[in-house]
């Protein structure tokens, strides 16, 4: 891994939903050839992260660099060449139901690229290997297991060789043989492909066992940022919370409470 040279940079990243502010200066980058795992509690703005590194979405304010490209100053050819250049593997596979695993991994090869219909399925096939779901091209999604519909979603999502590859919550749903072996695939497309990997999950064990560094997110902000033996020595005691499972005792005010309540705003 070069240390010295960052694939992702954002800088004072703050999003609004509506008045709510979701992102309060997020600052972070992800170097080349790493595993960044964004963590983080219900609410605490690490989906808009991906969403955002993935231009699904746009911030309120501050900047993005993906591939040494600046989001906000592409036009739509040059957010079609970056995102040739990106796999997204999302929550829950997002497999169409109408068509074989074999046609959904060749999807982005049939979008973006004039490769002829044998060579895509040869490359579909590849890919499949290399999840451990060789021959299971013929059959539908609905006819895969959880775990498999996840490791057929990495398939399509590195089918053209990106360079930096997102995972939203790969291990959710998954039974811990299942997830386990998962995370040992992540470590395997990284250390044979050479991809980057930014990977968003609640699972501790999953996160402490892929990431070279983890972010933490807290109420928007970066609460952390750094390796699983850092995290699991800080001092920090709303780190120490998240990793123990420990909900946090929040000061009762009996007065906003009955505002609440009521609605009532004037107080």
């Known amino acids: 891994m070069n240390d010295s040279e960052s694939i992702i940079d954002v800088e004072n990243l703050v999003t609004h939903y509506g008045t709510r502010m979701i992102l309060k ?39 993005i660099k993906l591939l040494g490209n600046a989001l906000e100053e ?3 050819d040059g957010f079609h060449a970056l995102r040739k250049k990106i796999g997204v593997a999302f929550q829950g596979g ?26 895509m399925e040869i490359m579909a096939r590849m890919k499949l290997e290399v999840v451990d779901l ?22 399509r999502a590195i089918i053209m060789d990106p360079q930096v590859l997102f995972c ?18 992540i470590l395997r497309l990284r250390d044979a492909l050479g991809m980057s990997l930014v990977v968003v999950t609640h699972e501790l064990e999953s996160a402490f066992r892929i990431a070279d560094r983890i972010t933490v997110l807290d109420k928007g902000h ?4 750094g390796t699983v033996d850092e995290i699991k020595n800080s001092s920090n005691e ?17 007065v906003a409470y009955l505002n609440r309540l009521t609605g009532d705003k004037s107080v």
């Open 74 to 76: 592409l036009d739509n």
């Open 222 to 225: 970066i609460l952390f940022i």
């Open 168 to 185: 939203d919550e790969p291990s959710a749903g998954l039974d811990p043989v299942v997830s386990s072996a998962l995370d040992e695939l």
């Open 94 to 119: 997002a497999l169409f139901s109408s068509m074989t695993v074999g046609e959904n991994i060749m999807l982005p090869l049939a979008e973006h690229t004039h490769l002829d219909r044998q060579t």
């Open 238 to 254: 709303r780190i120490q919370n998240l990793l123990n499972r420990r909900t946090e005792e929040a000061e009762l005010d009996p």
């Open 25 to 63: 200066g997020v600052t972070m980058s992800v170097r080349r050839g790493e595993i960044m795992v964004i963590m983080g509690g219900s609410g605490s703005g690490k989906s808009t992260l991906l969403r955002h590194l993935i231009a699904l979405e746009w911030p309120t304010s501050g900047s």
């Open 134 to 155: 060789a021959g299971f091209e013929n059959l539908m999604p609905s006819e895969l297991s959880g775990g498999m519909l996840k490791r057929a979603a990495l398939a």
